[in-house]
């Protein structure tokens, strides 16, 4: 960023929106109560210890610094070259903040003046005359600018201590040693106009702030990796507390497997009692049909057995109308009686082949019920057959389905995982569930 830019170009709106919160870690420079916290804290400690009336702040911006003295009862004025900050000062305290620059003569005289992070933003050829200027307002100055931060763009002036320090040297404003300063930052220093201090002072006062900034460094970074420890352990038992429950959601789906599979084991047994019934049942069914077809051919030999007798009987009265014919000469006559007597005998041999041929007519219809009946069975022994053969595919189906489904094949992947875990179960229930699983 050019030096040349003019103050309100360099320090608007965007400056405190953008630059100034990533030179704060993303802290937004507005009202809040991390900032009135941290320079209540200033105005507390620079009360306490040189109890001032009048104090003068240097580089106010927002005016924060200004209302906390003005709230504990200190007067208290603000100068700042941005016009965008002094018009974001609280009302009441306005009119002691205006805009102007320390390069030029300030009025009036104060018992302390606050320059916290302000010269550094000036450039080098006027630091001489701020310094003169701070110094010609007040007989104490609370001080402070960075000693590293080269990256901020405003920042034309960025020097050690020591520069700093043989600067207000110049106008017999030395430091205090018994002042510690570092509730503002560990650079932070305490200057007060008196007597020259002894030659090597200020070399060693540079010197105890460079081990105090770096006692900070250390102390952050230590802060920093307590943290990065503190957030490793939290992330450590998250991942234990997660492997814990993914156990113990790993053992609630094996029990609800080893219920499963316990329930299949039944389904199965219960399916091999109804195979074993239908088995019996068919077993019988078979005994049964043997049964009928042994009663049919009992049924068909005595059909043949009383054919031949009709054919018997049939030859036997051929031979009788021979006979008759024969000796009808011999019988003509005693032809009378012997017609009466061939009346009463052709009649009993009608109403004996009536009841022949009235046998044999019962002999076919039952002949022909059995073979129905007979054909029925053998119609009912195939279907049930036939119902127990698909009954046995739909239990080899279903069988089928349980080994190729997601969880046996999970319970066959959890068996590894049970196994690295088998020190830490206890055997009988690790036993029982791999058994279950096997």
Same mark, same amino acid.
């Given at each position: ?158 020097? #050690? !201590?020591?520069?700093? &320090?043989? /600067? +207000? ?7 205090? @040693?018994?002042?510690? %300063? *570092? ?13 020259? #201090? !002894?030659?090597?002072? &200020?070399? /060693? +006062? ?7 900034? @770096?006692?900070?460094? %250390? *102390? ?219």
């Amino acid at each position: 960023m050019s030096i040349a830019a003019s103050p309100s170009e360099l320090y608007g709106e965007e400056y405190y929106t953008t630059s100034f919160n990533r030179k704060q870690a993303g802290t937004p420079y507005v009202r809040s109560a991390h900032w009135l916290n941290f320079f209540s804290i200033i105005a507390d400690q620079i009360i306490r210890s040189r109890q001032p009336r009048r104090v003068l702040d240097v580089g106010c911006a927002k005016g924060f610094l200004v209302e906390c003295f003005w709230d504990r009862g200190i007067y208290c004025e603000g100068i700042d070259v941005s016009e965008y900050a002094i018009s974001q000062v609280r009302p009441d305290i306005r009119d002691y903040c205006r805009v102007a620059s320390i390069t030029d003569h300030t009025p009036g005289r104060f018992d302390v003046v606050t320059c916290i992070e302000v010269l550094e933003h000036i450039p080098p050829e006027f630091a001489e005359s701020a310094v003169r200027n701070i110094c010609q307002a007040a007989d104490a100055v609370v001080f402070s600018s960075t000693p590293d931060d080269f990256v901020e763009p405003t920042h034309f002036n960025v020097r #050690p !201590p020591i520069y700093w &320090l043989n /600067l +207000f040297a110049q106008f017999d404003f030395w430091p205090e @040693a018994r002042f510690d %300063a *570092s509730f503002i930052t560990p650079h932070a220093m305490l200057l007060s106009k008196g007597a020259p #201090p !002894p030659e090597d002072f &200020l070399r /060693l +006062f540079s010197e105890y702030l460079r081990y105090k900034m @770096a006692w900070q460094q %250390a *102390s952050s970074n230590a802060e920093r990796l307590q943290a990065e420890a503190k957030a490793a352990q939290e992330s450590h038992e998250q991942t234990e507390q997660a492997h814990v429950f993914r156990i113990a959601k790993a053992e609630e789906h094996v029990s609800q497997l080893s219920n499963q599979l316990a329930v299949t084991e039944q389904d199965l047994r219960a399916l091999a009692i109804q195979l074993d019934a239908e088995r019996a049942r068919t077993a019988e069914l078979s005994s049964t049909a043997e049964t009928l077809r042994q009663g049919r051919e009992r049924e068909n030999a005595w059909a043949a057995s009383l054919t031949r007798e009709l054919a018997a009987s049939e030859q036997r009265r051929r031979n009788v109308e021979k006979d008759l014919e024969d000796k009808q000469a011999e019988l003509e006559h005693a032809l009378r009686e012997f017609e009466e007597l061939r009346q009463r005998s052709a009649d009993d041999l009608e109403a004996k082949q009536a009841e022949l041929q009235q046998a044999f007519n019962q002999s076919d219809f039952s002949r022909q019920q059995l073979a129905t009946m007979l054909e029925t069975k053998e119609a009912e022994v195939q279907a049930t057959l036939r119902a127990a053969e698909l009954e046995r595919l739909r239990l080899q189906t279903t069988l089928d389905a349980v080994l190729n489904s997601r969880t046996w094949r999970l319970a066959e992947r959890c068996r590894v995982p049970l196994r690295r875990f088998e020190g830490r179960w206890p055997a009988k229930l690790l036993r029982s569930v791999v058994s279950r699983l096997v």
